[in-house]
């Protein structure tokens, strides 16, 4: 079973489209995360969400908008897409531990590579 | 604010060469742990390594082994009698502690490529 899992895989579209990615983790964690990787593998954060409540917002275009119907789940909605919105989205999660703080290990899941033409 | 920086964009070495991969971090926390992930050419990103902030311990893992000191602020990592099969890019990061969650930030990567 996979961990941590995405859908789709691979995504190309047309600009001014909206498209979606899925992300699914099946670790039983509370926090689930969403982070880009750009042309030039930079990977940056976008959203967090701990038991379904956003807690990271990162400056990303109000064209991003990520649903979390359970903690199980986090999906992101893109906008009107755009040629700089290529990339590669990775979704992750990790567990916080009740009354700790959390130590930062990322599941990662495969990556969904966007490609907006 | 937290920064992770990798120096080295990419290394090349010939297979069975050691190789160290610099990273080095500023944080104003004093709670914090650092990572090592590697990517493969196939994308994924593979978990190698957590250290926190007041284990200062080095760790040895077959090939592995990473050299984490607070006074220059250094988390390398080595690869010992590298292997093609090794080939990747190699992220450094560092996550401070917080209570719901953790945030990730990555150093910009090394591609390690391992010649035959």
């Known amino acids: 079973d996979t961990a941590v899992s995405q859908t789709p895989k691979y995504l190309v579209t047309q600009m001014g489209n909206d498209k979606s990615i899925k992300c699914e983790q099946n670790?039983?964690?509370?926090?689930m995360y969403w982070y880009k990787q750009d042309s030039k593998k930079f990977l940056k954060i976008m959203f967090s969400?701990?038991?379904?409540?956003?807690?990271i917002n990162e400056t990303v275009p109000n064209r991003f908008s990520p649903k979390s119907p359970d903690k199980a789940h986090l999906n992101l909605h893109i906008n009107s897409l755009e040629l700089g919105d290529s990339a590669v989205y990775f979704c992750?999660?990790?567990?916080?531990?009740?009354?700790?703080?959390?130590?930062?290990?990322?599941?990662f899941g495969e990556g969904s590579r966007l490609t907006v033409l | 604010a937290q920064k992770v920086t990798q120096a080295q964009t990419e290394i090349s070495v010939v297979e069975k060469e050691d190789v160290t991969l610099d990273c080095v971090y500023e944080t104003r926390d004093t709670t914090y742990y650092l990572f090592w992930y590697k990517q493969p050419p196939s994308g994924e990103l593979v978990f190698l390594i957590r250290r926190n902030s007041f284990d200062e311990q080095n760790e040895i893992s077959g090939r592995y082994s990473w050299n984490f000191q607070k006074s220059t602020s250094s988390f390398n990592f080595t690869i010992t009698a590298s292997q093609v099969v090794d080939s990747a890019v190699y992220f450094c990061?560092?996550?401070?502690?917080?209570?719901?969650?953790?945030?990730?930030?990555f150093g910009e990567g090394t591609q390690l490529t391992v010649n035959p």
């Open positions: 990061a560092l996550s401070e502690e917080e209570t719901s969650g953790s945030r990730l930030t």
């Open positions: 992750a999660s990790s567990q916080v531990v009740r009354g700790l703080a959390s130590t930062g290990e990322l599941f």
């Open positions: 670790l039983g964690h509370d926090t």
């Open positions: 969400y701990n038991n379904k409540e956003l807690i």
